[in-house]
């Protein structure tokens, strides 16, 4: 018990989920998303794009067991510590920084309702509705967001075809994004 607390296996664990979360992160920032895809490259817009990734990464993982539902569950608390800790390197004081996070989990989690239900329904339009209202709701249209939903449908088909073996041990593939 001691050694999985203190030893190796703990320090092995802590390896997978950083490699796997800087997989995510990486990901989240191509640069195609801000340059050609109108992406906003302000805070909100790469919480919005590391928020769209940790879903995808999330549903893939949806409904696995064991070592695979740890791992998700490390993961999204780690997400949720970066935002966090960004919120922080923004100037955010102590006193308003929990009133910030509950407003971007509440954010986090419809987005996630949303493309859930887009992609469950394998639903193109929904999934471009959604992520115009949420990527880019200052724009009447975005003609990027048709962009953006077939790349999310990508990374989901491929993120299926993973092995569960390989993502817990530490390698997660997400497409590069196209340049339009």
Known sequence: MFQRLFGRERHANRAITEALYAQIVAAARQTVFYSDWNVPDTPLGRFEMLSLHMFLFQHRLRGEGGVAGEVAQVL??????????????????????????????????????????????????????????????????????????????????????????????GTVAFPVAKTI
């Open 76 to 169: 999204i608390d780690e997400f949720f510590m970066d935002v966090e800790h960004s919120l922080r390197e923004l100037g955010i004081g102590d006193v308003g920084v929990p009133k910030r996070m509950k407003k971007l989990a509440k954010m986090f989690y419809g987005r996630t309702a949303a493309y859930d239900d887009a992609l469950e329904r394998n639903d193109h339009d929904a999934l471009v509705a959604a992520l115009a209202r949420n990527v880019r709701p200052d724009v009447g249209t975005w003609p990027q967001a048709t962009h953006l939903a077939g790349y999310v449908a990508d990374v989901s088909r491929r993120l299926a075809e993973q092995p569960t073996e390989s993502i817990v041990s």
